[in-house]
């Protein structure tokens, strides 16, 4: 099975119709500390495609990041608050030890055929990530999760710690999961928190640092997402305002045709 | 008092520890079915803020609009969920009739200088509000809430329902309550929702839509917004893609002097 499917398992809990489940973080997500907040946003979402009453697919998903989650089992509670004809509303939080780790709030959506347009357009002459080399691996970072992913960077990897800040923070890479395995939602969540954070850009030093929220909106279906296949995407993030210990993080998530999969934000902690 | 303040007006219900509040729509903000989404996210931060326990200042909402608000009395319960050293995470509904009408979160956070950047400048050559005319109010429509903003528009403003379809959906206007007030969180939640949907724009015609899901990034705090004070703030929207009934769109908010005072995102349903 693949690691991103081991970490998803997830077990009902007592009677499924209410929404609880157990689960555990896996060793191949780790990051420095806790697991990477991919895969806990892909276990959040997973507790709400699992639930018995879940209608459509997921359109919106709001991740909040209260504390680490700790190397132990955990407890989703998923719950539908509204349930309207062709929406729904769910709060889904993460406990261990009878406190709150994670809160999350999601929209799943049957969605039907309409006018559609896009106006946020793949990025001009993208070299091919079969002709962009792999990073130098003493560029990377050692932490577990990195290496579930392929990350082929055009603009803007990691830093070389030279002290030499940058005036910018947009990096521009192809992703993929190393070990081939179909997109569908759960991946994409994975891959929208692929980004390491701006601020290591800007200053070129490893401060302390953390997402505290991120915010997913899926534009594709899932026949949309199983057409891309296991192919890459092209991921870019920019960094906005980074004020007194927070920066936010927009990013976009293409499919290599050009069709916008995901748009998605975050709210980093950071210390200096 | 504003009309801003007289919406805010939430009671404590019973036991104020425990961050339950009544209130009521305002018929100074209402929409075209029911009232405007963002002084119901106001609202929901406003619980926050009311809350004896609350910790800092706002950092991150996420409101959820889950069905239409009724014209009556709701119930909006805060409850930190998990309360740190210099963050709080909260949950926040508003309910009527029993009923789930609006899901929220927030983070609240104590903020310390750090180094602090933007990398979202201010757009170039912009007319100064000043110089700019208003609108043509048979542009405008007639919903209530637009009544309490001066919307001075630099690109993109209401279409002109010619059935000229714009490529485009990027809107920039100058903002402020048309009725003085110091900007402070609560004021710039309101403002982060006063573009109307990117659709129109796209197909210049008027479908039903409504936001689904808003998040808001605060970057100022009460200082730096209170130094703006009843100036006008450069507001700018983008949409990013349209598929199947839902678009996002993305949008910034900058004081004069090129501050980044917020970024705001949202997920629209449009039927077309």
Not at 27 to 39: D, K, Q, S, Y
Not at 41 to 48: E, G, H, T
Not at 125 to 139: I, K, Q, Y
Request: aromatic residues 10%; charged residues 15%; contains cysteine.
């Amino acid at each position: 099975m693949h690691a991103l499917d081991q970490a998803l398992q997830l077990k009902p809990s007592g009677d499924a119709q209410l929404g609880h489940f157990v689960g555990q973080p896996h060793p191949a997500w780790a990051n420095f500390i806790g697991p990477f907040g991919g895969i806990t946003a892909a276990q959040m979402l997973q507790a709400v495609l699992l639930h018995p009453r879940c209608l459509g697919e997921p359109t919106t998903l709001t991740v909040n990041f209260c504390a680490a989650v700790a190397d132990a089992p955990f407890r989703i509670d998923a719950t539908p608050m509204r349930t309207n004809r062709s929406t729904q509303h769910w709060l889904i939080t993460l406990s261990q030890a009878d406190e709150v780790v994670i809160t999350a709030t999601a929209v799943t959506a049957v969605r039907r055929e309409t006018w559609s347009g896009q106006n946020a357009p793949l990025p001009a002459d993208l070299t091919p990530p079969e002709h962009v080399a792999a990073p130098d691996p003493r560029l990377t970072p050692p932490m577990a999760w990195l290496k579930q992913y392929e990350l082929l960077p055009l603009v803007g990897y990691f830093p070389q710690w030279n002290g030499e800040e940058s005036p910018d923070s947009l990096t521009r890479m192809w992703v993929r999961l190393r070990e081939p395995r179909q997109l569908d939602a759960l991946a994409l969540t994975g891959i929208c928190d692929v980004f390491f954070p701006r601020v290591f850009l800007r200053r070129a030093t490893a401060v302390p640092a953390g997402t505290v929220s991120m915010t997913i909106y899926f534009h594709a279906d899932a026949a949309e997402l199983a057409a891309v296949g296991t192919d890459y995407l092209l991921c870019q993030a920019q960094g906005q305002r980074f004020k007194n210990g927070f920066f936010d993080q927009s990013a976009l998530i293409w499919g290599r045709s050009g069709a916008l999969l995901a748009s998605t934000h975050q709210v980093v902690y950071y210390k200096s």
